[in-house]
């Protein structure tokens, strides 16, 4: 299994781009001071009035924007180092110990390897990304190599999982929904975490190749730190932004069973991964959904509020093998395919 790390590595001077990454793309986004910024403490200071502040951002950011970067969120940042070290430490192993779990297919709970992507116009290409996707919570899948992935991952995923509730049930205050009202319907102690490292090397046409193209996240709230290297873009009225989030924060996007659970309030919006000629880029990305066994439809109180439901349900974990294997019906994604068109 030879990844994007080492064709970049073993070719002294790459010149271009080889033909199998083929993606013409327009790499460059407007930069923006806009994109929230939502301080996570003032949710636990234990003044009301600073609780309450956080409550109305979030709500805000959350059905305004789809993303935010969240600071002072309390997760230790030589845990974050830990996470980047180990996951370098794993993409640093030699192939044939990599090899092993290369995808038997797409639900495996542990795979590693590159991409092959297939466009609306049937033209296949193959990401600039060599990733590891592991499924972490309600059950706890990991290599056994290197030694130091397992203990920094149950650290990660645990720290994460509790930021994540937290920040759901702030959510469903902002929806103004009975407390305990989210947490229950999607059995969210039983919440699916999936995890992924992304190692994106220099691209000699950063022009002619991709990270990730655009897309949504299936879950309900997607995690994503990075090593300082930029390269994630987001979507928002039309137009192409870059986030240049700070160290140690998390940039947190509301996912797509959160826009159907808000009954289209919150709002999962389309984001892609580009990349550079100068230096790797590092990001690992946890995300957080519903139970594997709910069934995710607009929340009954949101949808009657309304007047009617805006999404058909579906089995969560039905939702992420569509998304896995056909995430394209003409030229609709599994999120739009899920919209109950208006009655003429």
């Not at 092993?100 to 092959?116: T, V």
């Not at 159907?260 to 946890?286: D, P, Q, W, Y």
Request: hydrophobic share 35%; net charge negative; aromatic share 8%.
């Amino acid at each position: 299994m030879e990844g994007v790390k080492v064709l970049s590595e073993s070719s002294a001077v790459l010149k271009s781009v080889p033909s199998k990454f083929n993606f013409v793309n327009e790499p460059t986004a407007l930069n923006s001071d806009s994109i929230p910024i939502i301080d996570f403490s003032l949710l636990t200071s234990g003044h009301p009035h600073q609780r309450s502040r956080f409550i109305q951002e979030l709500g805000k950011a959350c059905q305004e924007w789809g993303f935010f970067i969240l600071v002072n969120h309390g997760i230790p940042e030589n845990e974050m180092k830990a996470m980047f070290e180990a996951a370098t430490e794993f993409f640093n192993m030699p192939a044939e110990e990599k090899l092993q779990y290369e995808p038997k297919n797409a639900s495996d709970p542990i795979k590693c390897g590159n991409f092959n992507v297939t466009d609306t116009s049937n033209h296949t290409f193959t990401l600039w990304r060599d990733y590891l996707k592991l499924y972490v919570h309600p059950e706890f899948h990991c290599p056994l190599k290197p030694d130091s992935l397992r203990e920094a991952l149950l650290n990660y995923s645990e720290r994460t999982r509790k930021l994540a509730r937290a920040l759901l049930e702030a959510i469903s205050e902002t929806l103004e929904l009975e407390k305990g009202y989210m947490e229950e319907t999607l059995n969210l102690e039983s919440l699916f975490q999936l995890f992924a490292a992304n190692w994106y090397p220099p691209c000699p046409q950063p022009d002619r190749a991709i990270g990730i193209p655009p897309h949504t996240d299936h879950g309900l709230l997607t995690f994503l730190i990075h090593n300082g290297v930029a390269g994630l873009q987001i979507q928002h009225n039309g137009d192409w932004f870059n986030v240049n989030s700070p160290q140690n924060s998390i940039l947190v996007n509301t996912s797509d069973q959160l826009e159907i659970f808000s009954n289209g309030r919150c709002k999962s919006l389309m984001h892609r991964a580009v990349l550079n000629n100068e230096k790797t880029r590092i990001s690992i990305v946890v995300a957080n959904g519903p139970s594997p066994n709910a069934i995710v439809g607009p929340a009954q109180p949101l949808a009657a509020r309304d007047g009617r439901a805006s999404y058909l349900p579906m089995k969560y974990m039905e939702y992420i093998e569509k998304q896995l294997t056909k995430s394209q019906v003409n030229g609709k994604s599994i999120l739009e395919q899920m919209m109950i068109q208006d009655e003429k």
